[in-house]
């Protein structure tokens, strides 16, 4: 069995400190074989830098993946192309630079991970999450797929599982940075709508609360300030049977910084 731990979208410092905090405990816990976190907003809440990328690996991530904010920094262009352990997603520009999927070898199989963005509401995709999905699965010759779906309808992720179900192990909802309670078991695949965030816990999606809202309400022209505070950790536990090639079961791991009312 392979017990691999996906964290949802680190959202700045406080999200990587929650990390750094509990990344630990879970691997002794659930005994994981292997570890991959979404880091698209873990640089200030948006893209990543050579440094940040650094830490998350020193902390027991092996393989992050990243989202529509990957080039929000233009430091990434200097080290993209050797940071072996970052995955970018497939279908945004620039598309030729960056590791398009990373394939490690665990408990004698090859697992492919990979990234992708959903087309739905999201303006940076230059193509058809489903052709360069199938693309990829053409070009590589993996035992197993891993997918983090980067998007923000929840239904286009559904599609994607239900006819993925026998081809993928893993699809891992990101972006929205609120977990869903919808893990299942589809086919012979793990999936979640949204694996939710690491990141301050009163705020709107990791940003400052009064930021947020003078820019929503009032039409406000304002800063991209993350939130100060306490952190909340969202992830989600995968049992694969490396043998039968399937998800066996998934679980959501939620860890807030305190308990309403006490």
């Known amino acids: 069995m392979i017990n691999v731990l996906f964290i949802g979208d680190i959202v700045g410092e406080a999200g990587r400190q929650v990390v750094k905090e509990n990344i630990t405990a879970l691997k002794n816990e659930y005994q994981l074989d292997l570890v991959i976190a979404n880091g698209e907003n873990a640089a200030h809440g948006k893209g990543i830098s050579e440094r940040v990328y650094n830490n998350l690996l020193d902390y027991g991530i092996d393989v992050i993946t990243m989202g529509n904010h990957t080039f929000s920094k233009d430091a990434i262009y200097r080290f993209i192309d050797d940071a072996d352990n970052l995955v970018r997603p497939l279908n945004i520009e620039p598309l030729d630079i960056g590791n398009r999927y990373k394939i490690i070898d665990i408990k004698g199989v090859s697992l492919c991970i990979f990234n992708v963005l959903g087309n739905v509401f999201m303006n940076s995709t230059v193509a058809s999450v489903f052709t360069v999905t199938n693309e990829l699965l053409k070009e590589t010759n993996a035992d197993m797929y891993f997918c983090d779906f980067h998007g923000e309808v929840t239904s286009e992720k559904i599609i994607y599982a239900y006819l993925y179900q ?4 893993a699809v891992m909802g990101t972006h ?3 977990q869903t309670a919808d893990e299942r078991l589809i086919g012979n695949l793990a999936f979640i709508s949204d694996v939710g965030m690491c990141g301050v816990y009163e705020s709107v999606l990791g940003r400052d609360i009064d930021e947020t809202i003078a ?3 009032y039409q406000e022209d304002t800063r991209f300030t993350i939130a100060k505070g306490p952190a909340i950790f969202c992830g989600v536990i995968i049992k694969i ?7 066996c079961a998934i679980s959501r791991v939620q860890i807030r910084p305190y308990v309403f009312g006490v």
Not at 166 to 169: H, V
Not at 241 to 247: C, G, N, V, Y
């Open 176 to 178: 929205t940075h609120v």
């Open 215 to 217: 820019r929503v309400v």
């Open 241 to 247: 049977d490396e043998k039968a090639k399937k998800a």
């Open 166 to 169: 026998n081809k993928l192990q």
